[in-house]
DNA sequence: TGTTATTGTGTTTTT
DNA sequence: CACAATAACA
């Protein structure tokens, strides 16, 4: 297939920087690829080219790609392609002694930072807190993303308890996992960005010679040619990444402001709006014509998006016709849901459209179970994208910590995790007394462990630690003596008896385990003969990096699709299914947080807060652009959701929907709906008087529904909103209400239903207090 | 010390 | 509901 002109343009333009604003399936991975192709034809050597993509799946199949373009013309193996995490740590791991890391240092996941950072806490008491690790993690992530260090936390606009803490803790931490020689997600990025930003500053001593160049300075002035995919999900620290190493490149940058989908993480939109003024000579070309979707799809993406402020804006056109209207169903329950999606299932393959190219998405994980358990009952195969991956599961990071431990003798948080696995009489007070005298001398815990009884610990235990330690030195000998990965993987599972311990315990999920195991090592040994010339250490950063998308080892190839919206970026299908569109599922209860807060103080949205939904917008729209002829939308009535239940109204990206291009009733406007009123509490009503039962909840859920959008612009306390006509009696904003310790209030809002009906109600002189219903009587 | 029962608690999206 | 932290027990 031939380029369009904008394409084309974006593959020839050279000589200045290059903003390529790709809408959604507009063919962006196309003229990256030929853009890449092109250079390498005009002489460009591969190695002095450099592409960045934001996943492995991405990364992998952008190299596939050129290298069926460039067949035997060039080698394409020279090319650099990798995601962000992936370059720096192979910057990090050949320059990386400079900011601290070893050759061979270790790269923690989100557990092995949950467990350290536990650790911290435990070590400094403060496991009393009501403050969670995950949480000071989340903190320092954030840092870490926005290019800042610890000494910068007052910027993250915390609370000040919160920005003692996160500086207090984050230090500690940062400690031991440089002790550990070992980084995280984020640090990655920060080390890299620190290692090329200090090389070429020191002075040149006298009399050096151009080879004596510092190698990091040639790195910095290696690439000719930068090209970042996904430009817009970019975070600072990724940014100045990239212009570190395009030194002397030209850099082209390829997004599209609508589908940032990554805010949370700290990615930042104005990266991308603002490319082109940063950018001296900065061109732009637009990719609006989408060459995946039918019309009706299109339109109703553009209905989503349009209604966002703040973009550069697009429309995207395509001559592919109108093609099929999208079809919306409102279902009675999630159960419901997850059956009329398995029906939505057996009619596409019914016309032949492959179940590959089928996917059902929602937004968060949680969501996924039901319609698993539909499909299974229906002996649907699916697979599933994200939730856990065979590298997450308990056994494999157990194996894996073996092996990082024989790598890395300092890794102490690989130590705690194997140290007792399987039982060896080795426990907490054993660790803790190691853990002490380590903190103490400042050494690892391993080799404190050769010396147990300058810990304290006491003869039996003292024993089996020497046994333990003698055990890990043999297998240590065995990985320098250069023993094949997947030999060593199996003689380590043997050794340590890890593998007899599972088998012993007989039952079937152990029994899966096993199975697990075995294969990692399989795994390990087919990686070992395809890369004859990579370590352990390559193999182990390979799989710290991997994340869901390239679901290599579990996932049916020819099976229905699940994931998340997140997870569906970047990808297409024939027929997708999108799932939960009712308010506070899709958009997000938090995100929605921020609006409801406005409501109740009558004040307008804080910037931040129309940020949020924004980005889930952007979300909604990502979710309708993966379709290619078929869009099924849902949403149901109730949903039981964490074990509540929930009143469901229809999301406001589906009431946005336009009609003519959609079969099936939109909801119009709508207000959320006001719940039932319990019995014990419609027991203390007096007045108004309880009306005779009525039958109102017979009719269509939504025809009794009312919009006032004005709601949010008056006082809450003056906004005597609608009982709904002929309901059982209700709850409506304005109401006085009496608490037993609180007094008299105004009714501001309510949440739940049945027992779990909360109250929002604002006391004169306490503010507003959210309360179980039944402690609050009527007035 | 190690295992099991119980309580409690949260509950987005990911490299 | 699911899972993690804690308490009680062998």
Same mark, same amino acid.
């Given at each position: 297939?031939?380029?369009?002109?904008?394409q084309?343009?974006?593959?020839?333009?050279?000589?200045?920087?290059?903003?390529?604003?790709?809408?959604?399936?507009?063919g962006?991975?196309?003229?990256?690829?030929?853009?890449?192709?092109?250079?390498?034809?005009?002489?460009?050597?591969?190695?002095r080219?450099?592409?960045?993509?934001?996943?492995?799946?991405?990364?992998?199949?952008?190299?596939a790609?050129? $290298?069926?373009?460039?067949? %035997?013309?060039?080698?394409?193996?020279?090319?650099?392609?990798?995601?962000?995490?992936?370059?720096?740590a192979?910057?990090l791991?050949?320059?990386?002694?400079?900011?601290?890391?070893?050759?061979?240092?270790?790269?923690?996941?989100?557990?092995?930072?949950?467990?350290?950072?536990?650790?911290?806490?435990?070590?400094?008491?403060r496991?009393?807190?009501?403050?969670?690790?995950?949480?000071?993690?989340?903190?320092?992530?954030?840092?870490?993303?926005?290019?800042?260090?610890?000494?910068?936390?007052?910027?993250?606009?915390?609370?000040?308890?919160?920005?003692?803490?996160?500086?207090?803790?984050?230090?500690?931490?940062?400690?031991l996992?440089?002790?550990?020689?070992?980084?995280?997600?984020?640090?990655?990025?920060?080390?890299?960005?620190?290692?090329l930003?200090?090389?070429?500053?020191?002075?040149?001593?006298?009399?050096?010679?151009? =080879?004596?160049?510092?190698?990091?300075?040639g790195?910095?002035?290696?690439?000719?040619?930068?090209?970042?995919?996904?430009?817009?999900?970019?975070?600072?620290?990724?940014?100045?990444? =990239?212009?570190?190493?395009?030194?002397?490149?030209?850099?082209?940058?390829?997004?599209?402001?609508?589908q940032?989908?990554?805010?949370?993480?700290?990615?930042?939109?104005?990266?991308?709006?603002?490319?082109?003024?940063?950018?001296p000579?900065?061109?732009?070309?637009?990719?609006?014509?989408?060459y995946?979707?039918?019309?009706?799809?299109?339109?109703?993406a553009?209905?989503?998006?349009?209604?966002?402020?703040?973009?550069?804006?697009?429309?995207?056109?395509?001559?592919l016709?109108?093609?099929?209207?999208?079809?919306?169903?409102?279902? *009675?329950?999630e159960?419901? &849901?997850?059956?009329?999606?398995?029906? &939505?299932?057996?009619?596409?393959?019914?016309?032949?459209?492959?179940?590959?190219?089928?996917?059902?998405?929602?937004?968060?994980?949680?969501?996924?179970?039901v319609?698993?358990?539909?499909?299974?009952?229906?002996?649907?195969?699916?697979?599933?994208?994200?939730?856990?991956g065979?590298? &997450?599961?308990?056994?494999?990071?157990?194996?894996?910590?073996?092996?990082?431990?024989?790598?890395?003798?300092?890794?102490?948080?690989?130590?705690?995790?194997?140290?007792n696995?399987?039982?060896r009489?080795?426990?907490?007070?054993? =660790?803790?007394?190691?853990?002490a005298?380590?903190?103490n001398?400042?050494?690892?815990?391993?080799?404190?462990?050769?010396?147990?009884?300058?810990?304290?610990?006491?003869?039996?235990?003292?024993?089996?630690?020497?046994?333990?330690?003698?055990?890990?030195?043999?297998?240590?000998?065995?990985?320098?003596?250069?023993?094949?990965?997947?030999?060593?993987?199996a003689?380590?599972?043997?050794?340590?008896?890890?593998?007899?311990?599972?088998?012993? $315990?007989?039952?079937? $999920?152990?029994?899966?385990r096993?199975?697990?195991?075995?294969?990692?090592? %399989?795994?390990?040994?087919e990686?070992?003969?395809?890369?004859?010339?990579?370590?352990?250490?390559?193999?182990l950063?390979?799989v710290?990096?991997?994340?869901?998308?390239?679901?290599?080892?579990?996932? &049916?190839?020819?099976?229905?699709?699940?994931?998340?919206?997140?997870?569906?970026?970047?990808l297409?299908?024939?027929?997708?299914?999108?799932?939960?569109?009712?308010?506070?599922?899709?958009?997000?209860?938090?995100?929605?947080?921020?609006?409801?807060?406005?409501? *109740?103080?009558?004040?307008?949205?804080?910037? *931040?807060?129309?940020?949020?939904?924004?980005?889930?917008?952007?979300?909604?729209?990502?979710?309708?652009?993966?379709?290619?002829?078929?869009?099924?939308?849902?949403?149901?009535?109730?949903?039981?959701?964490?074990?509540?239940? @929930?009143?469901?109204?229809?999301?406001?990206?589906?009431?946005?929907?336009?009609?003519?291009?959609?079969?099936?009733?939109?909801?119009?406007?709508?207000?959320?709906?006001?719940?039932?009123?319990?019995?014990?509490?419609?027991?203390?009503?007096?007045?108004?008087?309880?009306?005779?039962?009525?039958?109102?909840?017979?009719?269509?859920?939504?025809?009794?529904?009312?919009?006032? $959008?004005? =709601?949010?612009?008056?006082?809450?306390?003056?906004?005597?909103?609608?009982?709904?006509?002929d309901?059982?009696p209700?709850?409506?904003?304005?109401?006085?209400?009496?608490?037993?310790?609180?007094?008299?209030?105004?009714?501001?809002?309510?949440?739940?239903? %049945?027992?779990?009906?909360?109250?929002?109600?604002? @006391?004169?002189?306490?503010?507003?207090?959210?309360?179980?219903?039944?402690?609050? *009587?009527?007035?």
């Open positions: 297939m031939q380029l369009n002109p904008a084309q343009a974006a593959v020839d333009h050279r000589g200045s920087p290059l903003l390529v604003l790709a809408g959604a399936g507009t962006k991975t196309r003229v990256i690829t030929h853009r890449v192709a092109a250079l390498m034809d005009e002489g460009v050597p591969p190695w080219i450099l592409a960045v993509t934001f996943t492995n799946k991405a990364a992998a199949e952008m190299r790609r050129m $290298e069926k373009m460039c067949e %035997g013309k060039v080698d394409v193996s020279q090319l650099w392609v990798g995601t962000f995490h992936s370059i720096s192979r910057i791991r050949r320059h990386g002694e400079s900011v601290g890391l070893s050759r061979n240092f270790a790269i923690y996941d989100t557990d092995d930072q949950t467990r350290l950072m536990k650790r911290v806490f435990k070590e400094m008491n496991d009393d807190e009501q403050i969670k690790p995950r949480a000071i993690l989340g903190h320092l992530d954030q840092l870490k993303n926005r290019g800042l260090t610890i000494d910068q936390v007052d910027q993250l606009g915390l609370e000040g308890f919160m920005t003692r803490l996160v500086a207090l803790l984050g230090r500690r931490y940062q400690e996992l440089r002790a550990a020689d070992a980084s995280d997600f984020g640090d990655l990025l920060v080390l890299a960005v620190k290692l930003e200090k090389a070429g500053t020191e002075q040149p001593r006298p009399g050096a010679q151009l =080879v004596d160049v510092d190698p990091v300075v790195l910095k002035r290696r690439f000719l040619h930068v090209v970042v995919d996904e430009y817009q999900d970019t975070n600072p620290v990724q940014a100045r990444l =990239v212009e570190l190493l395009s030194q002397r490149a030209q850099l082209c940058v390829v997004g599209d402001d609508d940032a989908i990554y805010g949370w993480r700290g990615a930042d939109v104005s990266q991308i709006l603002g490319f082109p003024d940063r950018q000579g900065c061109e732009l070309i637009r990719l609006e014509q989408n995946r979707s039918t019309g009706h799809i299109l339109h109703c553009d209905a989503i998006i349009r209604r966002n402020e703040g973009r550069l804006g697009k429309t995207l056109w395509s001559e016709g109108d093609g099929a209207l999208v079809v919306l169903r409102a279902c *009675e329950d159960r419901e &849901e997850a059956r009329f999606v398995v029906n &939505e299932i057996l009619d596409a393959l019914n016309e032949d459209i492959p179940p590959e190219e089928i996917a059902v998405f929602y937004r968060t994980h949680a969501q996924s179970r319609i698993e358990q539909q499909l299974t009952d229906n002996g649907m195969r699916y697979a599933i994208f994200g939730g856990l065979f590298f &997450e599961r308990k056994e494999i990071k157990d194996a894996l910590a073996y092996l990082r431990l024989l790598q890395n003798p300092a890794s102490d948080l690989d130590f705690t995790r194997i140290v696995e399987p039982a009489g080795i426990g907490d007070t054993t =660790v803790g007394r190691l853990t005298l380590a903190a001398r400042n050494v690892a815990l391993l080799e404190v462990a050769r010396n147990p009884e300058e810990a304290g610990v006491s003869g039996a235990a003292a024993k089996r630690l020497a046994l333990f330690v003698a055990m890990i030195d043999e297998l240590t000998a065995r990985l320098h003596a250069g023993t094949p990965l997947g030999q060593l993987a003689e380590v599972l043997e050794r340590t008896g890890y593998r007899d311990a599972l088998v012993q $315990e007989g039952s079937e $999920e152990s029994e899966a096993v199975e697990n195991l075995d294969e990692f090592v %399989g795994a390990l040994t990686f070992a003969q395809d890369n004859p010339e990579q370590t352990l250490a390559d193999y950063e390979q710290s990096l991997v994340s869901d998308a390239d679901g290599g080892g579990r996932g &049916e190839v020819r099976a229905v699709r699940l994931m998340t919206i997140h997870s569906a970026k970047g297409e299908f024939e027929k997708v299914i999108l799932t939960g569109m009712e308010e506070k599922v899709f958009p997000h209860s938090r995100s929605i947080a921020g609006e409801e807060a406005a409501r *109740e103080e009558g004040r307008r949205l804080r910037p *931040e807060e129309r940020a949020q939904l924004e980005e889930e917008r952007r979300l909604a729209y990502v979710a309708v652009t993966r379709a290619k002829r078929q869009l099924v939308v849902t949403y149901a009535r109730r949903r039981r959701l964490y074990n509540q239940e @929930f009143i469901g109204t229809p999301s406001r990206f589906v009431r946005d929907l336009p009609p003519d291009s959609v079969r099936g009733r939109v909801p119009g406007v709508v207000r959320r709906e006001a719940p039932a009123v319990p019995a014990q509490l419609q027991a203390m009503l007096s007045s108004p008087p309880p009306r005779p039962a009525a039958p109102a909840r017979e009719r269509s859920w939504n025809s009794d529904i009312v919009y006032d $959008e004005g =709601v949010a612009a008056r006082p809450a306390a003056r906004t005597r909103a609608p009982i709904a006509s309901d059982a209700s709850l409506y904003k304005g109401m006085q209400v009496r608490h037993r310790q609180y007094g008299e209030g105004t009714l501001v809002g309510w949440d739940g239903t %049945g027992s779990n009906l909360k109250l929002a109600i604002n @006391f004169p002189g306490v503010g507003v207090k959210t309360i179980l219903a039944r402690f609050c *009587e009527p007035l």
